[in-house]
């Protein structure tokens, strides 16, 4: 599974997260007017998907799930707040370990919402 996928480079990392956090901030610019949050979930939404033809280019099979799909476009709605940098850098890292990103999905798997214990 490991071999089928290809790694993001240092280099695209680095381009992805600042092109990521343009956007976030083009958003947060326009947040700071009303029409601003009309206009930043769909800028945001673009690039949600942008990122996810590129991570399903380099042979990521789950990103097209549809739970991680509706986090991230829910995130999108979020005013001010670079969320679409932060998802494209967890993305990334989980991307770029999977070994990582299984052992918290099968210490997570038998949990169920809100079953946090305080």
Known sequence: MESDIKKFSE???ILGGLFTLMI???SAILDAFAVGLVISPVIQGGV???MWMWFKSKGDKTSGDIGKQVAKYAAN???IIPTTFVVFVVSAYVHN???IAGK???KTA???PGA???
């Open 110 to 112: 038998g949990l169920k």
């Open 24 to 26: 976030d901030g083009i």
């Open 77 to 79: 709605a979020l005013p």
């Open 97 to 99: 370990h999977p070994k």
């Open 11 to 13: 280099a695209e990392i």
């Open 48 to 50: 949600t998907f942008s």
């Open 104 to 106: 918290i999905a099968t």
């Open 116 to 118: 946090a214990k305080i």
